[in-house]
């Protein structure tokens, strides 16, 4: 029984439960499709495992697919990109200072040798809770038990106008686009004979004073003081103000006070002017508009708040003002026993009452913990303990040799604490070739000053 889709056998062969669009059976039980736009994807009557559906291909969902390899389930991960990202060096893409392909890898290929999970590339637009069905761009996709895992996205505190002139760093394409317009206010600048415009190019303004704001502010000042240096004859990149402005009264407000002031005391060592109890007020194509000051800046870029993806919004469950669903302390959603929700989308709290943070670790955990509840439940095994977060501590790096890394009782900073923090994002990235690729490009660029990946894409003059 098979349907054409595209060009394509569907289903394939490797996909038995997937039954036609018109089959008037799921779960072995006719239904009505009524009206459906999609073609069905439905659990077979041929494979009596239980089908697990997975919504996002990132650190938590990502993570769960990996943990159900032994499970007796068959498991679908449906992501609307290709890869997963390894998104706390985006900033590094950002500022040239590595591939794309370096923090990214296939989804396809990393579970290419899990034979109880299909990945399918598709944009989840809802949620039928009552039919047990996940819609996308392409299909419905029924399950009996659901881990929504689809992250957050940046925020602008109801000023959306801003995103065009503020991009954020969320994905790959936010990264290109930031190292485009970074490059290219130095070309431009390069091009002017007005001091003045060439002093509005050379201006950067980030926007966050959190682990992604001081990374990038550390990084753009060691591009334009290091890397392009020597690289232009009209304009001196070392000119070039970079400007970092935070609402709060400290850089890197979840670390302890200390790291924060050494964190503040590296960028200023950098030449980054940091702006503490500064509020943005307009974001224009001329610059900033800072507690009634304007600062006149080519390249703004947007590292001040998030908001999770729209589950609330597909279960119709409650929410808090970030927009994340509120999970119990197993991370289901009430009343539905069949559906976790993880990682940035979800409101889940620690053993002390304090919501947990939008980190990767937290995700991973949930990721790996909804995957032995699920295996406990479909062996009928009893039920686990409530999950609990172990909080293995957070870093951030500023430019090449210094960062600030908190261990609970242990805290580092300087170039010991950069080692470290190198380290552990080596080990976690995915995949052997990225991490060869981003080691190599760090011992590189840490001897010669280079930055590799100075390409500007997506622009032809
Ligand atoms: C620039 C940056 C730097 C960061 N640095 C750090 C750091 O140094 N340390 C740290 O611990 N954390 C860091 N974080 C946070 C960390 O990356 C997140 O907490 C983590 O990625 C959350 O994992 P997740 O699985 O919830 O979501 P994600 O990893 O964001 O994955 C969500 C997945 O869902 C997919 N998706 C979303 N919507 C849909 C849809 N409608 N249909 C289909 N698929 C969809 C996406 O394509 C994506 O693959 C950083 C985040 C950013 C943006």
């Known amino acids: 029984m098979t349907e054409t889709i595209g060009n394509g056998l569907f289903p ?23 009206a459906e736009a999609a073609p069905a994807c439905t659990t ?28 007796p389930v068959r498991v679908t991960l449906i992501d609307r990109r290709n890869y997963h990202l390894f998104q706390p060096l985006l900033y590094q893409v950002a500022t040239a200072g590595l591939s794309p392909a370096d923090i990214a890898s296939p989804i396809r290929a990393i579970l290419r040798c899990q034979r109880n999970t299909t990945v399918l590339l598709g944009k989840v637009t809802g949620i039928d809770v009552a039919g047990k069905a996940v819609l996308t761009d392409k299909r419905r996709v029924v399950y009996d ?39 290219l206010a130095f070309e431009w600048a390069e091009n002017s004979t007005d001091e003045r415009e060439q002093q509005r190019l050379l201006s950067f303004v980030i926007v966050g004073g959190g682990p992604t704001g001081v990374e990038m502010a550390g990084a753009i000042a060691e591009l334009a003081r290091k890397a392009l240096s020597t ?167 500023i430019g090449r040799k210094s960062a600030v890394v908190d261990l609970g009782k242990f805290r580092l900073s300087g170039f010991l604490a950069w080692l470290l923090w190198g380290f552990v994002h080596v080990y976690f990235l995915v995949g052997f070739r990225n991490r060869l690729a981003v080691m190599m490009g760090w ?10 990946a100075r390409l500007i894409t997506g622009h032809e003059t």
């Not at 895992?149 to 602008?156: D, I, V």
């Not at 009928?380 to 303990?385: E, F, H, Q, T, V």
């Not at 660029?445 to 280079?450: K, L, P, S, V």
Request: with cysteine; net charge positive.
């Open 12 to 34: 394939p062969p490797s996909m038995p439960w997937v039954e036609r669009r018109d089959s008037p059976i799921k779960y072995g039980v006719p239904v009505s499709l009524g």
């Open 44 to 71: 077979s009557r041929l494979d009596p495992r239980e089908h697990i559906v997975i919504i996002g291909g990132g650190f938590g969902g990502l993570t769960a697919a990996l943990a159900l390899r032994h499970a």
């Open 145 to 183: 038990q659901l881990v929504i895992a689809t992250g957050a996205r940046h925020a602008y505190f109801s000023h959306e106008e801003w995103e065009q002139f503020a991009p954020g760093l969320k994905k790959i394409d936010d990264a290109t686009d930031i190292r485009r317009r970074i490059l």
């Open 231 to 397: 690289d232009f004859r009209n304009i001196d990149p070392r000119s070039a103000r970079i400007v970092l402005v935070e609402s709060g009264s400290r850089v890197l407000a979840s670390f302890p006070e200390t790291l924060s002031a050494v964190a503040k005391r590296a960028l200023e060592r950098l030449g980054v002017e940091v702006r503490l109890g500064t509020r943005v007020s307009c974001c224009d194509p001329e610059g900033v508009i800072v507690s009634n000051e304007r600062i006149e800046a080519d390249t703004i870029i947007w590292a001040a708040g998030v908001v999770a993806s729209p589950a609330a919004k597909w279960l119709d469950a409650e929410k808090d003002g970030a927009g994340r669903v509120v999970v119990g302390r197993d991370l289901t959603l009430e009343g539905h026993p069949e559906i976790f929700v993880i990682g940035d989308t979800a409101l889940a709290k620690a053993t002390n009452g304090k919501p947990l943070p939008g980190i990767a670790p937290v995700a991973k955990q949930q990721g790996a913990y909804v995957a032995r509840v699920i295996a406990a439940r479909v062996r009928g095994r009893p039920a686990l303990a409530p999950f609990r977060y172990r909080h293995l501590g957070t870093m951030a790096t």
């Open 443 to 452: 011992l590189w660029a840490y001897i010669t000053f280079e930055r590799g």
